[in-house]
């Protein structure tokens, strides 16, 4: 029979390989580039290693002079979850101004082309000599 702490122990390792195998996965069908999955894959390690190192988890909560050491893990990833909502901003932004010049590019590039084929409709065809 397993005990508590140890079934914790194996969930936490089986939600770290779980983790790690989704981004895996997401990056060779690029659904998510080399550089967002470094962020997932040190996730996926920190669960792996809390999940295994109970004590250390005890010791970096004594450390920040957390009471509770769960909320130490809860408040990682919450910090986590919101540092990684600024990267996505940022990443959106800079999409977003890429986008906003290609578009002006392709209307400036579509208005040359209406005047090109405007003057060549006013020009009279050269006439075929046999």
């Known amino acids: 029979m397993l005990t508590n702490t140890l079934r914790v122990q194996v969930a936490g390792v089986l939600l770290a390989l779980a983790a790690f195998a989704v981004v895996i996965e997401l990056v060779r069908r690029r659904r998510l580039t080399e550089w967002q999955s470094i962020v997932w ?12 190192y109970r004590r250390l988890q005890f010791a970096l909560a004594e450390v920040v002079g957390i009471y509770y050491p769960p909320v130490l893990i809860l408040a990682a990833f919450v910090f986590g979850g919101l540092l990684i909502l600024l990267l996505q901003s940022v990443a959106l932004t800079r999409l977003e101004e890429r986008n906003r010049r290609l578009a002006q590019d392709v209307a400036l590039l579509r208005e040359r082309l209406d005047r090109v084929e405007s003057s060549r409709a006013e020009q009279p065809a050269p006439e075929d000599e046999p």
């Open 41 to 52: 894959l040190t996730a996926a390690v920190a669960i792996g290693t809390f999940a295994v």
